[in-house]
């Protein structure tokens, strides 16, 4: 297979990756290898910080463990673009680690082949921006993820610090980023309905309370739950009213201000949009605000509500 040591090395190390369990002869084996080297390589891999246990049984045998430190990682490729594209969604995330994760992404591009940079380079997150107050701690995040995962009824405060108010129990269910603001989905145990939370305003108390049996989000979607909460819908929908134009704008200054609009390129200075509103009116003044000319594509509520807000501003400005 292989005949220099470290190319041996690695291929020694992602076969251990695949499988948890792995015959020293049958390792010996798929790497055109005698065992006594299977051993020397392993030895090896050892002094790198990796955990190559011993297998007893009748044929011998490794397995890879997690250690107590960070090694050197292997990944093929289609794990180190997905990992590239993960950090670059992280990075625009607002979840308070967008320099680590940038720092990651630097590292990782360094060391990938032009074949990879090339598909990964091609891969554009639009950073949203958002206020500092909305950064969310680090710590925080962990401390919800870890109650939503253990179904541990969550105790916390909520708003600023300076509120005078009650602790908040709720149970966890989801973690939810839109439009670079970081979500709680949670049943609110003293308000008996469903609730979200803005995470940088969530401050933890401890212990978390009993486990509990998680409830059926509504229409089985958090996200799509959460979306429709924002829509002032009870539960996951479409908004009432979709539309469809053409700004003279380029797709890039429009992305950032979409929310969950549909953003396509139609060229260097125009692009499509699709937008929903709860109203025809609101949906009119959601394209005005991009202050570009607009070219309506459908349906005729839209137009209509165009020209009616036309009127409206051009008596005002009169």
């Known amino acids: 297979m292989t005949n220099g040591p470290s190319a041996r090395l690695l291929a020694l ?10 015959p020293g002869q049958l390792l010996a084996q798929r790497l ?19 955990r190559v246990q011993a297998v007893k049984g009748p044929d011998g045998g490794y397995r890879l463990d997690a250690g107590t430190a960070l090694p050197p990682l292997l990944f093929d490729d289609e794990q180190a673009v997905a990992l590239a594209v993960a950090l670059r969604v992280v990075a625009a995330s607002g979840a308070g680690v967008e320099e680590a994760a940038a720092r990651a ?8 082949p032009s074949r990879l940079r090339h598909r990964i380079d091609a891969v554009q997150v639009g950073a949203v ?8 701690d680090p710590d925080v995040l962990v401390a919800l993820s870890t109650a939503v995962s253990a179904r541990e009824v969550l ?14 129990r709720a149970e966890p269910h989801h973690l939810v980023s839109r439009s670079g603001r970081w979500y709680l989905l949670a049943w609110d145990l003293d308000r008996d309905d469903w609730r979200t939370f803005r995470v940088d305003r969530v401050r933890p108390r401890t212990p978390t309370g009993p486990r509990f049996t ?20 009870e539960g996951p929908g479409d908004w009432p009213c979709t539309g469809e134009v053409v700004l003279e704008l380029p797709a890039r200054d429009v992305t950032p201000y979409a929310l969950d609009g549909l953003v396509e ?8 949009l699709v937008l929903g ?28 509500a165009c020209a009616r807000l036309s009127a409206r501003l051009a008596a005002a400005a009169g």
């Open 155 to 168: 105790r916390f405060d909520y708003g600023a610090p300076e509120d005078d108010a009650p602790p908040r």
């Open 32 to 50: 055109e290898v005698s065992p006594r080297t299977v051993r020397r390589d392993v030895d090896a891999l050892r002094e790198l910080g990796y």
């Open 13 to 22: 190390l992602s076969l251990l990756q695949v499988r948890r369990d792995w």
């Open 277 to 304: 509103s709860w109203s025809w009116a609101g949906l009119a003044a959601a394209v005005a605000r991009y202050d570009a000319d607009v070219t309506v594509v459908g349906p005729p509520e839209l137009r209509e």
């Open 265 to 272: 390129e139609l060229g260097p200075d125009r692009c499509r």
């Open 129 to 136: 921006a958002t206020r500092r107050e909305g950064r969310v």
């Open 105 to 112: 992404l630097t590292t990782l591009r360094q060391v990938m």
């Open 214 to 233: 998680p409830r059926e989000v509504p229409g089985g979607d958090a996200g799509a739950f959460v979306a429709g909460r924002f829509r002032g819908a």
